[in-house]
T-cell receptor
Framework: DQQVKQNSPSLSVQEGRISILNCDYT??????FLWYKKYPAEGPTFLIS?????DKNEDGRFTVFLNKSAKHLSLHIVPSQPGDSAVYFC???????????FGKGTRLHILP | ETGVTQTPRHLVMGMTNKKSLKCEQH?????MYWYKQSAKKPLELMFV???????ENNSVPSRFSPECPNSSHLFLHLHTLQPEDSALYLC????????????????FGPGTRLTVL
């Protein structure tokens, strides 16, 4: 059973608008959440993270929101740029655990 | 070379072949990881090495055999694989093993696309 779910396999957004990528999790023990970005033929690269003690973390155009009661997090990209077209992976972990649990990813297409 | 490199980038092998995947990190990290990404599935952790010692084996079949001769190199030896083992195999490294002292950023290589015929 998937502990981290990204229910939208793909998303298309107009350049300049806001992109919102969603992620749901089932394990209430998760206390650290990450977003990775992956271009074709490259490995995933870390984008932004959030600890469960916060509900928002912002880094430039990227903001991650965490709703613990709903077991939901989202990544907002604003404004969206052509270089943001990539696959985005949501991931979660329990402190002191060895593993990061990844979602299947959402492919984001930024339309000109 | 910088970052994490993987060779080969693509590999096609028969079920009776023996091959090895290689990963090298130039970041001075102490932990290295093998992940598998099958089509339409999440990344799955296979092996974790910390200071060249294996600390995690996520119930991976014995036809996959990792080797970490030093903190910069990681191998995945493959033998008698099955077609369902076809996947993208990603190597990653981090300064310390994930979970040792909280969050450690993992740096991924580009992966080896493996096809088993």
């Amino acid at each position: 059973d998937q502990q981290v779910k990204q229910n939208s396999p793909s998303l298309s957004v107009q350049e300049g608008r806001i992109s919102i990528l969603n992620c749901d999790y089932t394990n209430s023990m998760f206390d650290y959440f990450l977003w990775y970005k992956k271009y074709p033929a490259e490995g995933p690269t870390f984008l932004i993270s959030i600890s469960s003690i916060k509900d928002k973390n912002e880094d430039g155009r990227f903001t991650v929101f965490l709703n613990k009661s709903a077991k939901h997090l989202s990544l907002h990209i604003v404004p969206s740029q052509p270089g943001d077209s990539a696959v985005y992976f949501c991931a979660a972990s329990v402190a002191r655990d060895d593993k990061i649990i990844f979602g299947k990813g959402t492919r984001l297409h930024i339309l000109p | 070379e910088t970052g994490v490199t993987q060779t080969p980038r693509h590999l096609v092998m028969g079920m009776t072949n023996k091959k090895s995947l290689k990963c090298e990190q130039h970041l001075g990290h102490n932990a290295m990881y093998w992940y598998k990404q099958s089509a339409k599935k999440p990344l799955e952790l296979m092996f974790v090495y910390s200071l060249e010692e294996r600390v995690e084996n996520n119930s991976v079949p014995s036809r996959f055999s990792p080797e970490c001769p030093n903190s910069s190199h990681l191998f995945l030896h493959l033998h008698t694989l099955q077609p369902e083992d076809s996947a993208l195999y990603l190597c990653a490294s981090s300064r310390l093993r994930w979970g040792t002292s909280g969050w450690e950023e993992q740096f991924f290589g580009p992966g080896t696309r493996l096809t088993v015929l």
